[in-house]
T-cell receptor, first 117, second 119 residues
Framework: AQKVTQAQTEISVVEKEDVTLDCVYE???????LFWYKQPPSGELVFLIR??????QNEISGRYSWNFQKSTSSFNFTITASQVVDSAVYFC??????????????FGTGTQLKVEL | GAGVSQSPSNKVTEKGKDVELRCDPI?????LYWYRQRLGQGLEFLIY????????KSGLPSDRFSAERTGESVSTLTIQRTQQEDSAVYLC?????????????????FGPGTRLTVL
């Protein structure tokens, strides 16, 4: 069975601080995909990133960066110089691909990020 | 282009009534998913359609839940004899499913959801 753990339920930071959201996953699949989604107060899930299990390169997109480490089964997400607009619930998710758990996503319970002025 | 759309955006019903929730996927997307999000929780997978293959119904919580999809178009999630524990946001997602070298790539794009309240 697949499992995603986001141990941080809620994080509060002051604007311009850096913040890291943790994600730890469990899977028996050798091929799998990891995702991050953002859910702002409006409620709609916004896709942020997808990584496959064969690509451990870290990725940076503007103020966002992701650190994928298979050795620790983690896929952490860092926001640099946080802004109020970053306030949202962030979900980490895992899918198993064709041969594993299939394409359905297993989600973590989410981390509520509050960025204050 | 247009994203995933869902209707209604809100639905209030009485316990024991049946409800139908609709999802219009992104045009050309072959895969369609339904998830449920209870208040303050993550998303739970319900059902998955891929082309003409038999749907993956492994996440449906009871036989009161069913879903249909005609071809690669609209899907309807039906909940019969609703219970208060069915109150949640029901989210639909679609993806352009593709395979390469035996593995799949599949980014799911979500609709705005239907908030269901069972009184």
């Amino acid at each position: 069975a697949q499992k995603v753990t986001q141990a941080q339920t809620e994080i509060s930071v002051v604007e311009k601080e850096d913040v890291t959201l943790d994600c730890v996953y469990e899977t028996r699949d050798t091929t799998y995909y990891l995702f991050w989604y953002k859910q702002p107060p409006s409620g709609e899930l916004v896709f942020l990133i997808r990584r496959n299990s064969f690509d451990e390169q870290n990725e940076i997109s503007g103020r966002y960066s992701w650190n994928f480490q298979k050795s620790t089964s983690s896929f952490n997400f860092t926001i640099t110089a946080s802004q109020v607009v970053d306030s949202a619930v962030y979900f980490c998710a895992l899918s198993g691909g064709v041969t594993g758990g299939g394409n359905k996503l297993t989600f973590g319970t989410g981390t509520q990020l509050k960025v204050e002025l | 282009g247009a994203g995933v759309s869902q209707s209604p955006s809100n639905k209030v019903t009485e316990k024991g009534k049946d409800v139908e929730l609709r999802c219009d996927p992104i045009s050309g997307h072959t895969a369609l998913y339904w998830y449920r999000q209870r208040l303050g929780q993550g998303l739970e997978f319900l059902i998955y359609f891929q082309g003409n293959s038999a749907p993956d119904k492994s996440g449906l919580p009871s036989d009161r839940f069913s879903a249909e999809r005609t071809g690669e178009s609209v899907s309807t999630l039906t909940i019969q004899r609703t219970q208060q524990e069915d109150s949640a946001v029901y989210l639909c997602a679609s993806s352009l499913f593709s395979t390469s070298g035996g593995t799949s790539t599949d980014t799911q794009y979500f609709g705005p959801g239907t908030r269901l309240t069972v009184l």
